[in-house]
Structure formats: structure tokens, C-alpha cells
């Protein structure tokens, strides 16, 4: 499956996903840094530029080049779907390579840390809880045979999904393709794993750091009543992000921050899991004096009561009329061609359909202070939530 | 973004046919205050860059931390007329941005971003906060706990120590170190208000040493705004001295942390001054050197040696006169004293060859960069800043890809041999639990003490 975006440029970048398949992420991790070795990683002109990436849901591979260069970068890209045949010593060593990327990503991270454990329990039954990151023991338990099987199962064309970004046609791709001898199948159902939200319940992780600033970070996944359009919810719960973050009536600054003294600094974001659950992010540093329990106390009130006051019809017009940055100003091409470059594989890398940039163009027409004033409720109305407090102890009743 | 406004193969066609693309000129408002107008019709947003000279961190008698919350607090404690939390607001709903931040020790620079047609109330909120900040009290104590929790957390971080050792090795015991690493007891404790009070009123005149305007605005136009933008200000009270003795000596060290969870393995040394040239020359051989996974260092460290998830170079300034190039990564702790070696002779190897492969595809990517350069309106205007601070004709950042095509494979290989350094004048730095993983090296406890390693 083949999805070609215009963009002008002097490079063109071809990327592929992978759906991850039931396995473990962290095997998949290693798997993926093998495969890349295997097909990628070799000597390359200055300008081949690539890397690869493993999420919760899908795996990645990207090359870029000279346009002219394309069925050259696919018949290298084409490598990741060959069978891993790289020296078992060498193979080994690699789980190494891996280790070393989790102390890289992990240690001395207190909130990298606070996240994995944050989402083990707010995703808990669900494939995204398990991390790809994963636990030292699991690192050093990788096997090279194990992963050559995992690739063979997962690494295959009808689980593939390749874009390709650049001043090149599609005609342009298809010629290319049939140069490389790209391994081309019926497409599988790629699409995300299904998302069930576990009981609603709250815990509360304590995470002493003696030499760290205090924070809070509270989180909570709800599920709605009724789906909603992902690209709509997505724009419509970052609109409700922009009018909490405010100072005026119906955000969370002045409460918080302007008008008492218990957060010095937050930052606010909402985001869709899937058509049918949202998740909250709230991480903020408490004022002087101010234990993390006062704060998530403030802010689980300060909530409340914006969710039971609603929001002002003059905040939401206020903030509606800053949010044309969400989306490009469609009459700049350029522009327009650089946002959905990062729209379009940030759904491919997430196995969901791009919106065509004409059903775009139409989405702001579905925000309202209804649907607002809904996911709100259901956000201040409990759900399954996590906190995580940060810092010296003594901070945090 | 409205800041991204046309494409560049239509500028340059209007260039071609017209007088109305881009152009840079030297201009001076009409209350005598000279500047860089970039003029870019196409573009409905203007920018306006200043940069302001400052002293402060070379003197003893200041306290270091005063320039960094100073800056926080001038954006965020409101000004005469406009309490804090509101303003925010109102530059929301204009669509303007604004910020000021301190620029390697020599420079405060601020940077006010609009739309043409919100202008005037733009620069008259940005004038107030410049010119009659409130400093408030309680604002100021927030930013300057705030700031020092995040300072002291940042400080513990073992490859942020090794950081700051290195630095107590270059600088000693000069003021400029602490302004560096803000690590020197009491420097947040002892921080008054009276501090920015002193910083703000000797900072934010209306001479500064650089003022780029970028965008849609004419010289008329622009020349009114700076007027407006520094009206009241007072003119510059002192003249500005910037001053240091760094010593590059190849020394080996090692800090000590017996708590620590990772090995992090830096080398250090010196490079010219970019208001010497040469820089589009150090941009290419800084990314082959160690920019990505196909760089001499990746290669070396990781997918040879295999210590490393990722070992790189860099290019930093302690002020703009003193920069350094850095060759930086989390290593094996076994193999500590193999990646050393390892990199050295990797290094001297580079600096004998050269990158590999055809030069044209180690330029597209900057090529590429500066093409897109002038549909940014900021970006454009920090170029046009950078190069105006090194003493460079006005219009420079217009002319990025000339300097490029200019780059050949001789003035690489000059380059290498005339200003990078040798593999053996490199400064080491270790930050280890284990005290002997780098035999022959100064083992120190805390970062300190390496300014009495030899």
C-alpha cells in the first residue's frame, strides 16, 4: 500500500510502518534496530540520511535521498522485508546497542520513568501499556532467534505501509516501485489496536528524588458516551487545552496561578486515544510552600468547578479566534505542503487514514462549545487516573 | 504559521523582474537610531531583533543568575499598564510573540514578532515591558525558586556535571564560569530584586549593538517602530567590556560519582571565533564529523567499538570569541578508556582526511536550509543578527548559499589543518562510578576540583 505527497524540495523521503502484531514491544525494539542494521545501516552517500523508530503500535523504517535517486532508496528500503542475516555475534551486541538506549532514554529521567509506570496502569489490559522502552530484564533476555521470527511474521507487505514525500508523481512512484522490485500485497486491516478503558479507579505513584524540583503529573484517560471523528476530537480536545491554559473565565491559569500562588509553572494537554476516549495531562510546579497534594487537590477542584461552571461563551470565541495556527493557512501552498507532510506520517506512523486536504479544510466546522462543554464533564467526571509525585519527599504532603 | 508567508521560486522570479524581492539596507530611524532592514514585501508579519551588549557575566561584583531571571521576569510580572496574566492574554488574541533571552554571556537579545496591522499596540505593550517593567515582587521570588530547583536538579545530572567540570578547568575561578554553570553557593539565595532592578536599568538602552528589522515594512515604517519600540529608554550609562582568559590545556579527568548509573565520556577544544569566517566550512565538517549515523564517530563508537547508543559533535560558545567543539556521548562504562582511544584516533583521522563521499550531497541538506531560509521572517532576522554581531556587511543571510557553492574540498581540508584542533589538544572528561575506568586521568570528586588538575 503506497501513498505518494507532493512537496517541493531538493530530497525525497520514502518511509514505511509496520503493524506491530501481538508480540512484545521491547522484542519488537530490538527487532526493528536488526532490521534497519540488516537492510539500511550500511555505507551510504552523505545525503542518504535514515533512521528508524518502534512505537506501541507500529514499527518504522525512513530513507531520504536525491529524487532522481528514488528506486535506488526503495530497492535499499526494500531490505527491511528480507530476512535478518547479520552475524549472531554481531546480533547479540546489538541487544547491547539497546541497552544502552534505555539508559539513554531512562536513567536519570525521573519523568521518562514516571511515564512507563503511569501508562502500565491508566492503559492496563490494552496492547499500548506495554512499552517498547521495556525493563533491563527484559532487554537482556532479547534473542536474536526470537526476533528473526518476529520479523518474519510481522515484516511483511501486506502489513506495510509506505509513503513517499517529495516532487515526485505518482506515476513517478509506481516506476520506481516496479524498478525496485517493491513487494507489493493486499493490504491487511492496518489500523490501531482496539483501546477498552480498564475499570475507573485512581492510584497515586510516589516517586522520591531527593535532588529533583517538585512536580506534579496527573493523568487521566475517560470515555466518551458517543464516538467522535478522530481529526475532529483531535482538534477539539486541543481547543479545550488552549482555554484551560488561559487566564480568562473558564481557564486554569488564573486559579492556579495569576490570582493565588499554588502552581508557578503547568502545561495542559488533551489528546484522543481513539474515536471513543480522550486523555489529560496535567503537570505543574508547585508554589512555595505548596505540597504536591495541595496541588492535585487545587487542580482536581479548579477542574470541577470549570467543568460545573462551563466555559464563557466569550473565552471560547476569544480562544476559537486564535486557532487557525491548529491548521496551515490553506492558501499558502508551501505552508499547507509542510503541515501535511507532518500530518500525513504522523497517521501512517500511527496506522490511521490521512484525511484528504479537502475534508480537512471542512473539520474546523464541526468544533462548538457543545462539544466543549461535553468533553469537559466527562474529563472533571472521574475516569481512570494517575498521579505521579515527583521530587524530595518532604514535598509531597 | 503565519510566520511562512511564499515560496521561494516565486521570490526569486519577482527578484529577477522586479525591485520589489527581498533586499537588506542599512538605515537609521528618524530619532538616529541605525539598523538592518531586511525588506521582504511579501511578507505580512515583521520581526524586530535587538540585540543589546552586556558585561555582566565577566564582572565579579554581579550576581550570575540575575540576567536569566531578570529576562523570565520582564516577560512575566507585567509592566506599567498592563498587570501580568493579562497581557499574555492580549498578545494571544494579536497573534504576537515576544522574547528575550541571553545570548552566550554578551549579549541580551529580544525578539518582537507581529502582524503588519497589529503594530502599534504590539509595540506599545512591548515598550511598556521594556521600558517600565513592574518586577514584581512576588513574581520574582517565583521565577528565582523555580529557576534554582530546575538549576540544582539540572546540576546533579552526571553528563551536565562533567559540563560544568570542564568549565572549572577552562575558566578557574573567572566570573564568567559561574555565569556559565550558575553553580557557586548563594548565587539564587543572595538574588535580589535590586539585582534586576541594577541588570534591567544598564541593559535596555536605547543604543543597542544590533537591530535587525525583517518583513513587510518599508523604512519608514520600521524606522517609526524602533523609535516607538525603545522610546524612553535611557542611553547606555557605561561601555561594556568583555574580557576572559580561558585556558585550553589538554588535560585528562575524571569525576567521580560513585552514585552514578551511566559513564558519559566528553572531549573538549577550541575553535576560532565565527566572526573569523569559516563557518559554512565547520557546519559541513562538524555533521560528518560526528552529525549522524553515518558520521566517523557513530561509526567508530557504536557500530564498531559497539559502546554507545550514540556518540556525536557539536559546536558551542562560551561567549562569541570563545567557542569549542565538542565530541560528546553515554558509553559502556567497561569500555570507557577503549572509546577514549577510539575517538582520538578516529578524530585524528578525520582531521588528516577529511569527510568521505562527493561533497555536492554533504551540501544538499544545507543547500536545502538555506533556501528555505527567507519564508521564515525570524529565522531570517537571526542570521541577519548573528552576522551583523560578527561584524559581517548587511544582507549576509540573503547570501547563504553563495558562501556555499563556494565551499570546495581544498577549503575543507584548510579548514581541518588551520583551525581544529589537533587529536591531542583536546581537554577529557569523564563522568564515571568507576574511579579507574580512565587510567592516567586527574580523578576528581567534584566538579571544582578539576581546575586544579594539570
Same mark, same amino acid.
Given at each position: 500500500m503506497a501513498l505518494v505527497l507532493k512537496h517541493p524540495g531538493e530530497s525525497v523521503l520514502a518511509h514505511i510502518a509496520f503493524k506491530n502484531g501481538p508480540v512484545s514491544p521491547v522484542l519488537l525494539h530490538y527487532t526493528e534496530h536488526l532490521a534497519w542494521l540488516n537492510a539500511v545501516g550500511g555505507e551510504r552517500a552523505a545525503d542518504r540520511h535514515s533512521n528508524a523508530w518502534t512505537s506501541d503500535t507500529a514499527v518504522g523504517y525512513w530513507l531520504s535521498g536525491a529524487p532522481e535517486d528514488l528506486p535506488e532508496l526503495l530497492e535499499t528500503l526494500?531490505?527491511?522485508? +528480507? #530476512?535478518i542475516d547479520l552475524p549472531p555475534d554481531f546480533a547479540e551486541q546489538e541487544r547491547d546497542i539497546v541497552l544502552r538506549e534505555y539508559e539513554y532514554r531512562m536513567t536519570n529521567n525521573p519523568d521518562a520513568q514516571a511515564a512507563e509506570a503511569m501508562e502500565v496502569f491508566l492503559y492496563? *489490559? %490494552? +496492547?499500548? +501499556? +506495554?512499552? $517498547?522502552?521495556? &525493563?533491563l530484564e527484559e532487554i537482556m533476555a532479547l534473542d536474536y532467534d526470537d526476533a528473526r521470527a518476529v520479523h518474519a511474521a510481522t515484516h511483511v507487505p501486506e502489513n506495510a505501509r509506505l509513503v513517499v514525500i517529495g516532487d515526485v508523481s505518482k506515476r513517478q512512484l509506481r516506476r520506481a516501485m516496479r524498478e525496485a522490485d517493491w513487494p507489493e500485497a493486499e493490504p491487511a486491516d492496518v489500523s490501531p489496536p482496539p483501546f477498552d478503558l480498564a475499570a475507573s479507579e485512581a492510584t497515586i505513584l510516589r516517586n522520591p528524588e531527593p535532588g529533583a524540583a517538585p512536580r506534579l503529573i496527573w493523568r487521566r484517560v475517560v470515555s466518551l458516551p458517543e464516538p467522535v471523528p478522530f481529526d475532529l476530537l483531535e482538534a477539539q480536545t486541543a481547543l479545550l487545552r488552549d482555554i484551560l491554559d &488561559? %487566564? !480568562? #473565565?473558564? *481557564? !486554569?491559569a488564573a486559579p492556579l496561578r495569576f490570582d493565588t500562588a499554588i502552581a508557578r509553572t503547568f502545561d495542559v494537554q488533551i489528546w484522543p486515544i481513539d474515536e471513543d476516549n480522550i486523555e489529560i495531562s496535567f503537570t505543574a510546579a508547585p508554589d512555595t510552600g505548596v505540597s504536591l497534594k495541595e496541588l492535585q487537590t487545587a487542580f482536581e477542584t479548579t477542574l470541577s468547578e470549570v467543568a460545573n461552571g462551563g466555559i464563557p461563551e466569550a473565552t471560547y470565541s476569544r480562544v476559537l479566534n486564535r486557532?487557525? *495556527?491548529? =491548521? $496551515?493557512? =490553506?492558501?499558502?501552498e508551501d505552508e499547507t505542503a509542510r503541515w501535511m507532510v507532518d500530518y500525513v506520517l504522523d497517521r501512517v506512523s500511527n496506522l490511521r487514514e490521512p484525511l484528504s486536504e479537502r475534508k480537512l479544510k471542512r473539520l474546523h466546522r464541526g468544533l462548538s462549545l457543545d462539544l466543549t462543554h461535553a468533553l469537559l464533564r466527562q474529563l472533571a467526571g472521574g475516569g481512570r487516573t494517575v498521579i505521579a509525585f515527583i521530587g524530595p519527599e518532604e514535598s509531597f504532603e | 504559521m503565519t510566520r511562512i508567508l511564499f515560496l521561494f521560486a516565486m521570490l526569486l522570479a519577482l527578484a529577477a523582474c522586479k525591485d520589489d524581492g527581498p533586499t537588506a539596507s542599512v538605515e537609521t530611524s528618524p530619532g538616529g537610531i541605525a539598523y538592518t532592514l531586511l525588506h521582504m514585501p511579501e511578507h505580512e508579519d515583521v520581526t524586530i531583533h535587538i540585540a543589546w551588549p552586556t558585561d555582566w557575566a565577566y564582572r565579579p561584583e554581579t550576581n550570575k543568575a540575575t540576567p536569566v531571571v531578570g529576562t523570565q521576569l520582564i516577560l512575566a510580572g507585567g509592566a506599567d499598564g498592563y498587570p501580568a496574566g493579562d497581557v499574555g492574554e492580549r498578545f494571544a488574541d494579536l497573534n504576537s510573540e515576544g522574547i528575550i533571552y541571553v545570548a552566550v554571556n554578551d549579549h541580551v537579545i529580544g525578539e518582537l514578532t507581529f502582524e503588519r496591522d497589529q503594530m502599534d499596540e504590539t509595540i506599545a505593550i512591548a515598550n511598556a515591558h521594556l521600558r517600565a517593567p513592574t518586577l514584581d515582587p512576588m513574581w520574582f521570588d517565583r521565577i528565582r525558586e523555580g529557576t534554582a530547583a530546575n538549576m540544582a536538579e539540572a546540576q546533579a545530572q552526571p553528563a551536565h556535571a562533567g559540563f560544568d567540570a570542564a568549565r572549572w578547568a577552562v575558566f578557574g575561578k573567572e566570573p564568567l564560569r559561574n555565569a556559565l554553570s550558575l553553580d557557586e553557593p548563594g548565587t539564587f539565595d543572595e538574588l535580589t530584586r535590586e539585582d534586576v532592578l541594577v541588570w534591567h536599568s544598564e541593559t535596555?538602552?536605547?543604543?543597542?549593538q544590533v537591530i535587525v528589522v525583517a518583513g513587510g515594512l518599508d523604512a519608514a515604517d520600521a524606522g517609526a517602530a524602533i523609535d516607538e519600540l525603545l522610546r524612553g529608554l535611557p542611553d547606555a550609562s557605561r561601555s561594556v567590556t568583555q574580557e576572559a582568559a580561558p585556558d585550553y590545556t589538554a588535560r585528562r579527568i575524571l569525576l567521580h560519582r560513585p552514585e552514578a548509573q551511566t559513564t558519559t565520556l566528553s572531549f573538549i577544544a577550541t575553535l576560532p571565533a565565527t566572526r573569523l569566517g569559516g563557518e559554512t566550512e565547520d557546519l559541513i565538517l562538524i555533521h560528518a564529523l560526528g552529525g549522524d549515523d553515518q558520521s566517523v564517530l557513530f561509526e567508530a563508537v557504536r557500530t564498531e567499538l559497539r559502546a554507545s547508543y550514540g556518540f556525536g559533535a557539536g559546536m558551542a560558545n562560551y561567549t562569541r570569541d570563545h567557542r569549542i567543539l565538542f565530541l560528546s556521548g553515554e558509553v559502556e562504562t567497561a569500555k570507557l578508556a577503549d572509546v577514549e582511544r577510539v575517538v582520538r584516533d578516529a578524530y585524528a583521522d578525520f582531521r588528516q582526511s577529511g569527510p568521505s563521499g562527493e561533497l555536492e550531497r554533504r551540501k544538499a541538506p544545507l543547500a536545502e536550509n538555506f533556501a528555505e531560509l527567507p519564508d521564515f521572517v525570524v529565522d531570517q532576522a537571526r542570521s541577519e543578527l548573528q552576522s551583523a554581531l560578527d561584524g559581517f556587511d548587511a544582507g549576509r543571510s540573503f547570501r547563504l548559499t553563495d558562501e556555499l557553492q563556494s565551499v570546495t574540498e581544498s577549503t575543507l581540508m584548510d579548514r581541518l589543518s588551520s583551525a581544529f584542533p589537533d587529536a591531542q589538544d583536546f581537554i577529557v572528561i569523564a563522568v564515571s562510578p568507576d574511579a579507574d575506568a580512565l587510567p592516567g586521568a586527574c580523578v576528581i570528586r567534584v566538579p571544582s576540583e578539576a581546575a586544579d588538575c594539570p
Open positions: 526494500k531490505g527491511v522485508f +528480507a #530476512p492496563e *489490559g %490494552n +496492547a499500548i +501499556a +506495554a512499552s $517498547p522502552v521495556g &525493563t &488561559t %487566564n !480568562l #473565565p473558564g *481557564g !486554569l486557532f487557525d *495556527g491548529f =491548521w $496551515p493557512d =490553506w492558501d499558502d | 535596555f538602552t536605547r543604543t543597542p
